[in-house]
């Protein structure tokens, strides 16, 4: 018979006192927070006018080269009034006067470390608005893997993947240009999507909520092109303005975004050039 020889009694407490301090560090670690992804915000590169922002639970005036968080805010501007900002996610919006975005969804996936070009997307994002009325000129960044961006009128919706473009939605119709990209428009009763091509224009009615939809694409005629030309250009000067990024105020698992302003003349830190815009010599 094979005799077992428990430990002497003085080892045990160790043991159990290594054990414990083990699980205890689990615990302590398991309750550190992860790390939330930041809120999406914007930024005002350009005001004219009144604008305001309704959050929901207050209505103020938008402040010129202040950062606002985007989802759940609408955007308002007055007769007189013109704006643009640049989203966290790099894409530039231009509000034509008597204009009413909701920002329904605007969520950020973590920054990237160490971004090299400011032209690109610094993380996945989600981007969803209701256009209630008036005109809305986009410059998009070049989006990352698995973004996307649509805007809604009561005609329609239109899913945006990348370029310029310009929206207006009045009472009876949305007309939709596109400069630069890609686009499509959807029948939100059918399902049924339309694609835009460059230099097109798509022309959305519905008689009844209860209808589908009409999509008449034309070609964009050179008057259309000089009307939409200024917010697209607002757009795409206001998303030059500023790129974000991250800082953290010292609480766990809390992260925060900053717009960081890209002065005439200046490099805006290590994140200014492309490695893909250097032109490299090959030494054979």
Same mark, same amino acid.
Do not use: W
């Given at each position: 018979?094979?005799? +077992?020889?428990?430990?002497?009694?003085?080892?045990?407490? +160790?043991?159990?006192?290594?054990?414990?301090?083990? =699980?205890?560090?689990?615990?302590?670690?398991?309750? $550190?927070?992860? %790390?939330?992804?930041?809120?999406?915000?914007?930024?005002?590169?350009?005001?004219? #006018?009144? *604008?305001?922002?309704?959050?929901?639970?207050?209505?103020?005036?938008?402040?010129?080269? *202040?950062?606002?968080?985007?989802?759940?805010?609408?955007?308002?501007?007055? *007769?007189?009034?013109?704006?643009?900002?640049?989203?966290?996610?790099?894409?530039?919006?231009?509000?034509?006067?008597?204009?009413?975005?909701?920002?329904?969804?605007?969520?950020?996936?973590?920054?990237? %470390?160490?971004? &090299?070009? =400011?032209?690109?997307?610094?993380?996945? *994002?989600?981007?969803?608005?209701?256009?209630?009325?008036?005109?809305?000129?986009?410059?998009?960044?070049?989006?990352?893997?698995?973004?996307?961006?649509?805007? !809604?009128?009561?005609?329609?919706?239109?899913?945006?993947? #990348?370029?310029?473009?310009?929206?207006?939605?009045?009472?009876?119709? &949305?007309?939709?240009?596109?400069?630069?990209? /890609?686009?499509?428009?959807?029948?939100?009763?059918?399902? @049924? #999507?339309?694609?835009?091509?460059?230099?097109?224009?798509?022309?959305?009615?519905?008689?009844?909520?209860?209808?589908?939809?009409?999509? !008449?694409? @034309?070609?964009?005629?050179?008057?259309? =092109?000089? =009307?939409?030309? $200024?917010?697209?250009?607002?757009?795409?000067?206001?998303? /030059?303005? @500023?790129?974000?990024?991250?800082?953290?105020? #010292? +609480? %766990?698992?809390?992260?925060?975004?900053?717009?960081?302003?890209?002065?005439?003349?200046?490099?805006?830190?290590?994140?200014?050039?492309?490695?893909?815009?250097?032109? /490299?010599?090959? @030494?054979?």
């Amino acid at each position: 018979m094979k005799t +077992v020889t428990a430990p002497p009694l003085a080892t045990r407490p +160790v043991r159990f006192g290594l054990l414990f301090g083990l =699980l205890l560090t689990g615990l302590v670690h398991a309750a $550190d927070p992860a %790390p939330e992804p930041p809120t999406g915000r914007f930024f005002v590169a350009d005001s004219e #006018g009144i *604008s305001s922002i309704n959050t929901g639970t207050k209505i103020e005036p938008l402040a010129a080269k *202040s950062a606002y968080a985007a989802q759940g805010a609408t955007v308002e501007t007055q *007769s007189n009034a013109r704006l643009g900002v640049v989203l966290s996610n790099g894409t530039g919006l231009a509000f034509t006067p008597d204009t009413n975005l909701l920002i329904t969804r605007f969520q950020q996936d973590r920054f990237a %470390p160490n971004r &090299t070009d =400011l032209d690109a997307e610094p993380s996945m *994002s989600h981007f969803d608005a209701l256009l209630a009325r008036g005109g809305l000129g986009i410059s998009c960044t070049k989006f990352s893997a698995g973004s996307t961006m649509s805007v !809604k009128t009561r005609h329609g919706s239109i899913i945006i993947q #990348g370029g310029k473009l310009f929206i207006e939605a009045t009472d009876t119709q &949305t007309t939709v240009s596109l400069v630069e990209g /890609r686009l499509t428009i959807r029948d939100d009763l059918k399902g @049924v #999507g339309v694609p835009l091509q460059v230099g097109q224009q798509a022309i959305i009615t519905r008689q009844a909520p209860t209808l589908p939809a009409m999509i !008449k694409l @034309v070609t964009l005629a050179e008057r259309d =092109l000089q =009307l939409i030309k $200024d917010p697209v250009d607002l757009s795409t000067m206001a998303r /030059r303005t @500023v790129y974000f990024d991250v800082v953290k105020p #010292g +609480v %766990p698992g809390e992260e925060r975004l900053i717009p960081v302003r890209v002065l005439p003349g200046t490099i805006p830190g290590p994140n200014t050039v492309s490695p893909f815009r250097i032109t /490299r010599t090959v @030494v054979r």
